[in-house]
């Protein structure tokens, strides 16, 4: 079945340093693919997409590319900021269920 | 925001209790969704609706039952709670076209469940 693998956590970085977070999946077909964050007591918000292969998610500096050829989605930033600390996941939408991996914690120290 | 809420917010209840969850969008979404969070297991679906009266189980679904008698709202019932159950439930959203699967959840606040 569908399925998200995502890094192990907790990262800590410093501010300013440059983040990977990785993702791999399984799937039937072409899913979506999605990398949402959670903020300590709120509920997931989503933090960018990627429809199909090639495609590129961007948001508030984050990016991740959609690459068929390794299955894989991994979320890059250049220069994260103490306000980035969060639990990021990452999530697969195939037919009309989402699967999501376990989370990754980050927390960006001053 | 999507306009998701979910109610209560926190809940203390005892072992064999039933328990109601509520979660109510104002988005007009054909698909809703329950989830449970737990530290080392991410999301893990529970149940989810395609439409009025039309549900259908996930991955983690003894125990738990729901209804949808409106576009609106959706209820997930713990028939008897066991300590099992204590746990972060979240309500989620998403709206679905023929011939398209990319379209994205949106998140409720989040129901915080301990079972005593």
């Known amino acids: 079945g569908d399925s998200v693998t995502q890094m192990e956590g907790p990262v800590t970085l410093s501010e300013e340093a440059f983040l990977t977070i990785n993702c791999t999946y399984t799937?039937?077909?072409?899913?979506?693919l999605f990398w949402y964050v959670q903020y300590p007591g709120e509920g997931l918000q989503l933090l960018l997409k990627?429809?199909?292969?090639?495609d590129k998610g961007s948001n508030k500096g984050f990016e991740a590319t959609y690459r068929k050829e390794t299955t894989s989605f991994h979320l890059e930033k250049g220069s994260v900021q103490v306000s980035d600390s969060a639990v990021y996941f990452c999530?697969?939408?195939?037919?009309?269920?989402?699967?999501f991996g376990t989370g990754t914690s980050l927390t960006v120290i001053p | 925001d999507a306009g998701i809420t979910q109610s209560p917010r926190h809940k203390v209840t005892e072992t064999g209790t039933p328990v109601t969850l509520r979660c109510h969008q104002t988005?007009?979404?054909?698909?809703m969704y329950w989830y449970r969070q737990d530290p080392g297991h991410g999301l893990r679906l529970i149940h989810y609706s395609y439409g009025v009266k039309d549900t259908d189980k996930g991955e983690v679904s003894d125990g738990y039952s729901v209804s949808r008698s409106k576009t609106e709202d959706f209820l997930l019932t713990l028939e008897s709670a066991t300590s099992s159950q204590t746990s972060v439930y979240f309500c989620a959203i998403s709206e679905s076209t023929s011939g398209r699967s990319n379209y994205e959840q949106y998140f409720g606040p989040g129901t915080r469940l301990t079972v005593t």
């Open positions: 990627a429809t199909k292969a090639d």
């Open positions: 988005e007009n979404h054909r698909y």
């Open positions: 799937a039937t077909g072409y899913p979506s």
């Open positions: 999530a697969l939408r195939g037919g009309n269920q989402f699967y």
